[in-house]
């Protein structure tokens, strides 16, 4: 079992930056991939970023070169670091763990608004 907590959401003006963080508990130890998705009004949830667990890291087209993950393994912590936020950009952000038998889990989400 894994646990994942999601925090640093919040409002933010166009152009600014905001770090999402997601502390893992549990079978930590297992964890092989690590990623963020989001999910904005009347849409599916999509993938933001993936991290795996040679620091691997792969990114959505729509924010690649403003968005960054990463991971601290010593925490047992993954990161999305935003920048040149745009209003599109609005969205609850989950986290996700995948571990080694396969099983999968995801945080509660944390709302990031982008907005002037």
């Known amino acids: 079992q894994v646990q994942l907590v999601e925090s640093g959401g919040g409002l933010v003006q166009p152009g600014g930056s905001l770090r999402l963080s997601c502390a893992a508990s549990?079978?930590?130890?297992?964890?092989?991939?690590m990623r963020w998705y989001r999910q904005a009004p009347g849409k599916e949830r999509e993938l933001v970023a993936s991290?795996?667990?040679?620091?691997?890291?792969n990114y959505a087209d729509s924010v690649k070169g403003r968005f960054t993950i990463s991971r601290d393994n010593a925490k047992n912590t993954a990161y999305l670091q935003m920048n040149s936020l745009k209003p599109e950009d609005t969205a609850v952000y989950y986290c996700y763990a995948k571990i080694s038998t396969g099983s999968v889990y995801w945080g509660q989400g944390t709302q990031v608004t982008v907005s002037s």
């Open positions: 549990g079978s930590i130890f297992s964890i092989n991939v």
């Open positions: 991290i795996g667990t040679r620091t691997s890291t």
